[in-house]
DNA sequence: ATTAGGG
DNA sequence: CCCTAAT
């Protein structure tokens, strides 16, 4: 509760160039929302905290392609804002087969020493005997399959051009369907991938937000409804995409149970979420190129698309 | 059990 | 992504 406005670092409403995240209650476990937290979901198969790199998960990645390596495989969504770190901040990171999350302190971006040694991690729940391999895990997650969520504490700090952290976050899956009149724009800046937003775009300022209730008003909107639910929302990365023509171009349009043993095996993808993304795709790329909202593919993909196009028309 | 197509 | 009729 306690979505204070006043509460936490720095006055509210912001100053001007004080960026604030917006907060969000977890709908599935009814978290705390502080002002200085948010709600950041990652879509991972797993998450291996050996492997993460938690320094560059604070600075974020330069690109979608930075995505895989950052999380070890997880497929994160929008970059919605950017801040400037001024203070430490902990992030929780829970990966699928372990009970309870990882805390990791992460000091700001701009102040790094040097290469030093990892951060300081430690367990969370009082367990300092969290095992490595994390293997039994599954018991006490609120959240059903492979979705954890990360919540950050940060700070609201002035924003400084050039040194800003970026944060993967998807708010539009917390988001209701309908309620949220940022919804749109949030939508927009995915498709066109913006992944990080300039001090222009700074759509979830408060200001942008309207008024000191702004918080609130996020978890209130959510609260009671259906967000968060889906099943695999994680979004078609470029690779995948360009995988499923070549296979298709290769194998035909069809089959798709074949084509996902064949293909997609390890693949959180189902026969029919591969029917399915041919199906937008197609349709993407077929119709006026008005209409072509989809992130660009290269050239040889498109064209892949078109030809495989064509041709079923011909069968047709 | 799979697929095609509409929602 | 879900649902369902048809296969």
């Given at each position: 509760?306690e979505?204070g ?13 004080e960026?604030?995240v917006?907060?969000l ?6 978290g ?10 990652v ?21 979608e ?31 699928p ?23 300081v991690t430690?367990?969370l729940?009082?367990g300092g005997e ?33 040194a ?5 976050v ?9 309620g ?8 927009s ?7 990080s ?9 408060p ?9 609130q008003d ?5 609260k009671?409804?259906k ?7 994680d ?13 298709l ?6 089959n798709?149970?074949?084509l ?12 029919m ?5 041919w ?38």
């Open positions: 509760m979505a406005a006043s509460s936490g670092t720095g006055s509210f409403p912001a100053e001007d160039g960026i604030w917006p907060v209650s977890d709908p599935l476990d009814g705390s929302n502080s002002p200085t937290q948010a709600e950041i979901e879509y991972s198969a797993y998450l291996d905290y050996d492997a993460m790199d938690f320094q560059a998960v604070l600075e974020g990645p330069q690109d392609h930075d995505i895989e390596k950052l999380f070890g495989g997880a497929r994160s969504a929008t970059y919605i804002k950017e801040a400037n770190l001024t203070h430490e901040i902990e992030c929780e990171f829970y990966s087969t372990s009970d309870h999350g990882m805390i990791q302190t992460l000091a700001p971006a701009t102040a790094l020493p040097e290469k030093e040694e990892a951060p430690m367990a729940g009082g969290e095992d490595k391999k994390r293997k039994g895990g599954g018991k006490g997650h609120p959240l059903p399959c492979q979705r954890r969520s990360m919540r950050l504490a940060l700070a609201a700090t002035p924003l400084e051009e050039g800003c952290a970026t944060f993967i998807d708010l539009l899956d917390y988001m209701p369907k309908s949220w009149r940022h919804r749109s724009r949030l939508r800046a995915r498709k066109r991938g913006i992944w937003l300039n001090t222009e775009q700074t759509f979830l300022l200001n942008h937000l309207g008024n000191a209730t702004c918080f996020m978890s209130s909107i959510c009671g409804k967000c968060g639910h889906r099943k695999n929302n979004h078609w990365t470029y690779e995948e995409m360009k995988k499923l023509v070549d296979a171009y290769i194998s035909g349009v069809g798709w149970t074949k996902k043993h064949e293909n997609f095996s390890t693949s959180v993808r189902t026969a979420n591969l029917k399915d993304k199906r937008n795709l197609k349709k993407a790329y077929t119709g006026n190129a008005k209409k072509r909202i989809l992130p660009t593919l290269d050239k040889d993909c498109v064209e892949k698309i078109q030809k495989l196009a064509s041709k079923m028309k011909l069968h047709l």
